[in-house]
């Protein structure tokens, strides 16, 4: 059974300009939720999409968006890029029920300069 | 709030055992995690604990006491891979699914 697959790796951006990670959860997960660790915070919750519908949020400002399409593939955006958003995105799927395990893909390094 | 607290570091002896300990205070729980972590890696999965006691997977084994809001990771027979961050992570009340609060991680040591 293929993992969790999040593209690109690594990114490299400028400040105010924006940017959108992909995320291609495992087969049957319903549930996509995406992760910012840096090494100051941990990890933090960003948000998390459910049958394509946004079912949990963090308390990150609203440059941060996200999405799910039909096929639970999901996409993050983030607009007017600032240094402090530096840090490794994780998307972690699963079945979306209480108890379900996150599933995390190897994350994409977005370093803003 | 939710609040979870974990040692930052632990060194311990291939061969030997480790307890690797997470206190959290939340307005609603609805389990626990112990994920692990190896450098420049993602996050697996190793336990869940939703109700109080000891739960036994090979080398490791997790336990809660809810009205403690205290966990541990036993770790036995130490390896070096065991070499990592392990997170504890709470799930709430409230949130179903994805949403989980981590504490900080707790990056492991094991000498020969």
């Known amino acids: 059974k293929a993992g969790v697959t999040q593209t690109p790796r690594y990114l490299i951006k400028t400040r105010g300009q924006q940017v959108t990670l992909s995320c291609s959860p495992i087969s049957g997960h319903r549930s996509v939720s995406w992760y910012q660790q840096t090494p100051g915070q941990g990890l933090q919750f960003l948000f998390e999409?459910?049958?394509?519908?946004?079912?949990n949020k963090g308390n990150f400002p609203g440059r941060f968006s996200g999405r799910q399409f039909s096929n639970s593939r999901s996409e993050m955006n983030v607009s007017t890029l600032e240094l402090g958003d530096s840090a490794l995105y994780l998307c972690?799927?699963?079945?979306?029920?209480?108890?379900?395990?996150?599933?995390f893909g190897n994350g994409t390094r977005l370093t803003v300069t | 709030g939710q609040n979870i607290d974990q040692p930052t570091e632990m060194t311990a002896t291939e061969g030997a055992i480790v307890q690797i300990n997470c206190t959290y205070q939340t307005s609603g729980f609805n389990g626990l995690f112990w994920y692990q972590q190896h450098a420049g890696e993602a996050p697996t999965f190793l336990s869940y604990?939703?109700?109080?006691g000891l739960e036994e997977k090979g080398r490791f084994s997790s336990f809660l006491s809810r009205s403690k809001g205290y966990s541990y990771l036993l770790l036995k027979e130490l390896q070096m891979k065991d070499s990592a961050s392990y997170l504890c992570?709470?799930?709430?009340?409230?949130?179903?699914?994805?949403?989980?609060?981590f504490g900080q991680g707790t990056e492991l040591s094991v000498k020969p």
């Open positions: 992570a709470v799930a709430h009340l409230y949130n179903q699914g994805g949403k989980l609060i």
């Open positions: 972690a799927s699963s079945l979306g029920g209480n108890g379900s395990p996150l599933h």
């Open positions: 999409y459910f049958s394509e519908t946004q079912r």
């Open positions: 604990n939703v109700l109080d």
